[in-house]
């Protein structure tokens, strides 16, 4: 069983997408790994694992009570580059020109709220910057890491996943994360200089394709992910 605390929210009253689309990823275990989320994932009720053991390196589903699937992860790979890491001028600037300052759809957002305090959620920002990409810097703070400062696999994708989001431009249309593609290669430390970054890829429809990373400062790749996210209607959604 497990339970997603109301603290790690993306929309108000629904899990923020990186975060459970990484427990999805830490439940499969190893490599890519791609998660697909079908529903908006219910806060503070109990969920179960449900593990199909008939398909090349399994699937591993997250349940309801009544069965239904919330989301689902299976081994993955990448079809585009790594976004290149920002210069820290750049991230900088692209921090002071983060839009969700003056506009968010989901500004108590676990990764990217404005309404969050410090150590109450990641408050990562990522404004544009040349390239047609955003990007920001961030340090994750000591509330989330690990007896050694390490941040855990779904705390990692939450940070890898709204950077995608802004760089499709939450301002223009509000989105939610319909499926991620990522891999760590290192856990990000509490107190680390990090630069994350984000670009869009292609518009098809109410689909947006893009990518992002995680870098530090000294230029080292934590981790990536590619992303779709879906348009989607707020009076309508949840």
Same mark, same amino acid.
């Given at each position: 069983?497990?339970?997603?605390? !109301? /603290?790690?929210? =993306?929309?108000?009253?629904?899990?923020?997408? +990186?975060? #459970? *689309? %990484?427990?999805?990823? &830490?439940?499969?275990?190893?490599?890519?790994?791609?998660?697909?989320?079908?529903?908006?994932?219910?806060?503070?009720?109990?969920?179960?694992?449900?593990?199909?053991?008939?398909?090349?390196?399994?699937?591993?589903?997250?349940?309801?009570?009544?069965?239904?699937?919330?989301?689902?992860?299976?081994?993955?790979?990448?079809?585009?580059?790594?976004?290149?890491?920002?210069?820290?001028?750049?991230?900088?600037?692209?921090?002071?020109?983060?839009?969700?300052?003056?506009?968010?759809?989901?500004?108590?957002?676990?990764?990217?709220?404005? !309404? /969050?305090?410090? =150590?109450?959620?990641?408050?990562?920002?990522? +404004?544009? #910057? *040349? %390239?047609?990409?955003? &990007?920001?810097?961030?340090?994750?703070?000591?509330?989330?890491?690990?007896?050694?400062?390490?941040?855990?696999?779904?705390?990692?994708?939450?940070?890898?996943?709204?950077?995608?989001?802004?760089?499709?431009?939450?301002?223009?249309?509000?989105?939610?994360?319909?499926?991620?593609?990522?891999?760590?290669?290192?856990?990000?430390?509490?107190?680390?200089?990090?630069?994350?970054?984000?670009?869009?890829?292609?518009?098809?429809?109410?689909?947006?394709?893009?990518?992002?990373?995680?870098?530090?400062?000294?230029?080292?790749?934590?981790?990536?992910?590619?992303?779709?996210?879906?348009?989607?209607?707020?009076?309508?959604?949840?």
């Amino acid at each position: 069983m497990v339970t997603i605390p !109301a /603290r790690f929210n =993306g929309p108000d009253h629904s899990g923020n997408g +990186g975060y #459970v *689309a %990484g427990l999805l990823a &830490a439940e499969l275990g190893g490599g890519p790994v791609t998660s697909t989320l079908r529903t908006p994932p219910p806060l503070d009720v109990a969920l179960s694992w449900e593990h199909d053991t008939h398909h090349d390196g399994g699937i591993v589903r997250l349940l309801t009570a009544g069965g239904a699937v919330v989301g689902s992860a299976e081994p993955g790979s990448f079809v585009r580059d790594v976004p290149a890491a920002p210069t820290p001028d750049e991230a900088v600037a692209g921090l002071a020109a983060y839009p969700g300052f003056a506009h968010h759809p989901f500004d108590r957002c676990f990764t990217c709220g404005t !309404a /969050r305090g410090e =150590g109450d959620g990641l408050r990562l920002f990522t +404004g544009p #910057v *040349a %390239g047609g990409r955003v &990007a920001g810097t961030w340090t994750p703070h000591a509330a989330f890491g690990g007896t050694d400062g390490a941040l855990d696999v779904p705390t990692t994708w939450a940070a890898l996943d709204c950077p995608g989001g802004w760089a499709a431009d939450f301002t223009q249309q509000t989105m939610v994360l319909g499926r991620m593609t990522a891999e760590v290669a290192r856990p990000p430390r509490t107190g680390e200089a990090l630069l994350p970054v984000g670009e869009l890829s292609v518009r098809d429809g109410r689909k947006f394709m893009t990518s992002t990373a995680l870098w530090t400062a000294g230029g080292e790749l934590l981790g990536r992910s590619e992303q779709v996210w879906i348009e989607v209607d707020l009076g309508t959604f949840g």
